[in-house]
């Protein structure tokens, strides 16, 4: 049988029954479509992770100081970091549990009536704490390396503390307690996003802190130019505290490309089931109505088979009438999943992103669909007897 006529009884045979073939044709087109969609979704979502990556965790490097009888990092030390191409911002952080609970009163009057001493924690840091931590003074100043030099009695308030002991205004320095020594405030400092906690703590300069065992630094805060974290958190230790970096620890962000291949994988893993269904219910209906057209057909079988049609000639018939239905659904239904992956793409002011592979391979997926559902029918087509057909 010439490929040609085999070609044009098996488009005679889709032709014959247009809705039928349509409707049959359909549920490969759902699933093709459903595939390339959640493919190229997932590729898109994935890309976006890069750019929609929190800057905050992305560009957030913190250095743990752990105790040692010989101070490992010094507050001069921030310096060398704050050299370090890619770095933004640094301040260094002296924690303890002795100051972390300490009193801490507005003013020297004892009231019976009211509550006037608060338990604040009391911290000391470096003078470029407020960008390290990505905050912002809402009253005053931060103290600075002048401030230090001279041993000024200075310190900066949390907004929360603020509010706590009753400093709304700084125009006439108000001074608060710790303790029986008292200390001018200069500043108010709020919304601090990498430590919160300091939203509620007292910030002294390094010279006082040593009064409440905070004379060593326990952390270092670095900000860094977004995609320059992970080579600072290898190079901060070396700047820190030669020779001894190893015994400092890095929390450093995770790599944001594995994030975007974390996040395209999950969507795939999710929805490519439903793809992988959806060509499973579309395989099912083409052989249903292969079958069906085939018993249908008996009488055309038989007669073929009577006038010197080989058993092959009749599977190839069925096979190409599958095989063209499975092909029609993936060119249509790849062609479905290109537009609406440009269409959710151009709502969510995306860049599309669809490997030109797998819209190529959607028409060759359809197919193969097309010919395994086709495989049963046209074999039982196939191995009918003439005379039996024609009876």
């Known amino acids: 049988m010439h490929p040609r006529d085999l070609l044009n009884e098996a488009m005679a045979g889709l032709l014959a029954r247009p809705a039928r073939s349509a409707l049959t044709t359909l549920g490969t087109v759902l699933g093709i479509t459903t595939l390339v969609v959640t493919l190229g979704v997932a590729a898109t979502a994935g890309n ?58 507005s003013n020297d009057v004892v009231d019976p009536t009211r509550v006037t001493d608060q338990t604040l924690t009391v911290v000391a840091s470096s003078p470029g704490l407020p960008a390290a931590v990505k905050g912002r003074m809402v009253e005053g100043r931060y103290f600075d390396a002048g401030h230090i030099a001279r041993g000024d009695k200075v310190v900066v308030l949390g907004r929360h503390a603020a509010r706590m002991l009753g400093i709304t205004r700084l125009e006439r320095a108000p001074a608060i307690f710790i303790g029986t020594q008292a200390y001018t405030v200069i500043g108010v400092l709020d919304d601090p996003k990498r430590e919160k906690s300091l939203a509620s703590a007292v910030l002294l300069p390094p010279a006082i802190g040593k009064r409440y065992g905070l004379s060593t630094v326990t952390r270092v805060l670095v900000n860094t130019g977004l995609g320059a974290a992970e080579l600072i958190a290898k190079q901060a230790p070396t ?153």
């Open 239 to 391: 700047a820190l505290s030669p020779g001894n970096e190893g015994l400092l620890q890095v929390m450093s962000p995770s790599s944001p490309t594995r994030a975007r291949d974390a996040v395209e994988g999950d969507v795939n893993a999710l929805f490519l089931i439903l793809g992988l269904v959806s060509l499973v219910v579309g395989a099912v209906g083409i052989a249903n109505v292969t079958l069906v057209t085939v018993m249908e057909r008996v009488a055309e079988i038989g007669l073929r088979r009577a006038l010197g049609a080989a058993r092959r000639h009749v599977a190839a018939q069925f096979l190409l009438e599958s095989t063209l239905t499975g092909l029609t659904g993936g060119i249509i239904g790849a062609s479905v999943g290109i537009v609406v992956i440009v269409a959710v793409c151009a709502a969510k002011q995306w860049t599309p992103v669809l490997d030109v592979r797998l819209a190529a391979a959607a028409p060759a997926a359809g197919a193969v669909v097309g010919l395994l559902a086709g495989l049963y029918p046209a074999l039982r087509a196939a191995r009918m007897e003439p005379v039996n057909a024609l009876r």
């Open 48 to 105: 976006q992770i890069v750019g929609r990556f929190d800057e905050l965790t992305a560009t957030s490097v913190t250095v743990e100081v752990p105790d040692n009888p010989f101070p490992l990092v010094d507050w001069a030390d921030v310096s060398r970091v704050a050299r370090l191409r890619g770095v933004v911002s640094a301040a260094a952080l002296a924690e303890s549990e002795q100051s972390a609970n300490l009193s801490v009163r």
